[in-house]
Every structure is written in C-alpha cells, then in structure tokens.
C-alpha cells in the first residue's frame, strides 16, 4: 500500500509543478539594438546595389539531397499504396504541392498542378 501512496503523491506534486510553469507570465528579455563604439563606424555610406548585369557567385559546393534510407529502393511512388517511410518522405519530397488529396472526399485535387494524366 505504501508504493500506490508514494505514485499518488509524486503524480499530484508533478502536476502542481506542471499547472505553475504553464501558468507562469512568459519571461521576456528587451532587444537593445547594437551601437557603435567608435565614431568611424557611424559615418558608413548607404549600401551598394549590384547592377543588374552582376551575376551572383557561384554556390562553393553541391547541394546533394540525401534520404534516411541509404542506397535501397524506393518502394513505390504511389501516394495510396505508400506504407514505408522513405516511400513518404520521396512522395512528400516530389509531389508536395503540385496536388493535395481532399480531406473529406479522399479524392486527388490539383493544387499548383495545372493538369495532369495518369
């Protein structure tokens, strides 16, 4: 009996402890913006626009989509028959929001598609 008492007493404190935190005001710290220290740095010239024949440099490396899988197959691409996750996750990748499956009809709608044959 003495075991029931001490989970009664630990689940009451723990959701006392649990209604102050939520109940407590939101801790709030005030941005202070960041001022110069010397007088140099408050005499800086407007920002320089690049002309429109500029090309912006080139990224340093690849950007290389990696999925959680590793190197197995994507067991299908067919959002219905989908019950693996990296079926879901490639599916997502590649299909989110070119159409939407309607929540009360189940039905496929075209969402930024424009038309689409199966």
């Known amino acids: 009996m003495p075991v029931n008492k001490k989970w009664i007493v630990f689940s009451l404190v723990t959701i ?3 209604l102050i935190s939520a109940c407590s005001p939101a801790v709030t710290t005030p941005a202070v913006p960041a001022q110069p220290t010397d007088a140099s740095a408050q005499a800086t010239a407007a920002p320089v626009k690049p ?3 500029e090309v ?3 990224p340093a490396e690849l950007k290389i989509l990696r999925l959680a899988d590793g190197a197995s197959d994507i067991p299908t691409l ?3 028959l989908s019950d693996q996750s990296i079926s879901i996750q ?3 990748s590649t299909l989110l929001g070119l159409v939407r499956q309607n929540e009360t009809t189940a039905n496929m709608e ?3 598609a424009k038309s689409y044959e199966v």
């Open 16 to 18: 006392v402890v649990m």
């Open 90 to 92: 490639f599916i997502e």
């Open 56 to 58: 912006p440099p080139a």
């Open 78 to 80: 067919d959002p219905s």
């Open 51 to 53: 002309t429109p024949t």
């Open 110 to 112: 075209l969402s930024f």
